[in-house]
């Protein structure tokens, strides 16, 4: 008995391997984004990894870290309830197990603010707002008088980088990490008129400024850097809009940022097939879905032709899938496992859109194949 289930686990191995092997070619990349778990949570995460990401032959996960880790380089940006080196080094040993790449995410620039709050690197150092003039609201409305949708950092002042490069470095370190994500979405604020440093500067220029001074800090380590890539889409002319694209001219820094840097483009209305755009300008490029199941096998489908049509110089810019999710672990983790659907908008989940892309990469998807 012994032997025969050594033989069929064994079996098991090849299987999964040779699954995984011939997926590499089909789909380089196969991704998850997710906001890392908190301490209490940790566990449970790891089980996820094991038991949901592994199977489905998952090979990247992206953790949106932000101050969710015990900072030693600058403890006062750390939450009060965060990740221990002790716990990163669990999970990290999880996911290597399962043959998972593990990528710390940290908002840089944009998203260092939500709603009524101020996030811990403004909040810590309130010298480095681009726009202290603006004043968070006691209760957040969109659209409002003043613009406001996050906050972004100054990336001129002159105090800001030796901060932001011990946080990149450190956590990088910690999650044993060969790249490294650092958001940069949705920045509406950048160039402000009153900033004393950016006012009347071009804000491509800042936008692209920025991207390469953090990758060329991550290359002295060998380390890729990754963002999304919507500031890199001109809003109007595409018709994308101004969250998906830019509105504010910065689009035309995707001819002036490194080709090194890897961009998660995501689209979750529509699945438009901009990753065409990022790889015929010289970019690694990875499709992002979020909630919409159909979408995102469509994304899959266009990703997997993409591959197979383009020439021998543009193939290995479409790197693959990753599935996002906006929420905390937990609150994915009880989706997933008990509440699956959305009553406010059935089927439109990360969890369902998660399976079903994930069935699709892995040729059981269901849904009818045109």
Same mark, same amino acid.
């Given at each position: 008995?012994?032997?025969?289930? $050594? ?6 191995? &090849? ?71 002790? !716990? ?38 309130? @010298? &480095? ?29 002159? !105090? ?7 946080? #990149? ?54 380390? $890729?850097?990754?963002?999304?890539? !919507? ?10 809009? #101004? ?21 998660? !483009? ?54 693959? #899938?990753? @599935? ?19 009553? @406010? ?26």
């Amino acid at each position: 008995m012994k032997v025969l289930l $050594s033989f069929f686990f064994t079996a098991f191995l &090849f299987c999964t391997a040779a699954d995984a092997q011939s997926l590499d070619s089909l789909l380089p990349v196969r991704g998850f984004c997710i906001a890392a778990p908190k301490p209490a949570q940790l566990e449970r995460f790891i089980g996820f990894i094991k038991t949901e990401l592994a199977p489905r032959n998952l090979n990247t996960l992206v953790l949106r870290v932000d101050w969710n880790y015990q900072y030693k380089t600058h403890p006062e940006l750390s939450d009060k309830d965060a990740l221990s080196e002790n !716990d990163v080094a669990k999970l990290v040993k999880a996911a290597k197990e399962s043959g998972i790449r593990v990528i710390p995410q940290v908002n840089l620039l944009g998203h260092q603010s939500w709603a009524s709050t101020i996030h811990n690197l403004l909040r810590e150092y309130p @010298q &480095f707002d681009e726009t202290p003039a603006v004043k968070m609201p006691e209760k957040y409305a969109w659209p409002n008088a003043d613009s406001l949708y996050c906050k972004s950092y100054c990336p001129l002042h002159p !105090d800001l980088h030796q901060i932001v490069f011990a946080i #990149m470095d450190e956590i990088c370190d910690a999650f044993e990490s060969d790249a490294f994500h650092a958001g940069m979405d949705e920045v509406f604020y950048i160039g402000d008129k009153n900033c004393p440093r950016c006012s009347g500067r071009n804000k491509a220029l800042l936008f692209a400024g920025e991207v390469n001074k953090i990758q060329e800090h991550l290359s002295l380590k060998n380390r $890729s850097l990754w963002i999304w890539g !919507d500031r890199l889409i001109d809003g109007r002319t595409t018709g994308i809009g #101004m969250w998906e694209g830019s509105f504010n001219n910065t689009y035309p820094a995707i001819d002036l940022i490194s080709k090194k840097v890897v961009i998660n !483009d995501w689209h979750y209305e529509r699945p438009d097939p901009t990753a065409a755009l990022f790889a015929l300008k010289g970019f690694q490029v990875i499709t992002c879905p979020w909630r919409n199941a159909p979408n995102a096998v469509q994304q899959t489908r266009d990703m997997i032709q993409f591959r197979k049509s383009a020439t021998d110089s543009t193939r290995k810019n479409y790197l693959g #899938m990753m @599935q996002t999710v906006w929420s905390g672990a937990e609150q994915f983790l009880n989706e997933f496992y008990s509440n699956p659907d959305n009553p @406010q908008a059935p089927g439109l989940t990360a969890s369902n859109c998660f399976r079903t892309m994930y069935d699709e990469i892995n040729g059981k998807n269901k849904i009818a194949q045109k």
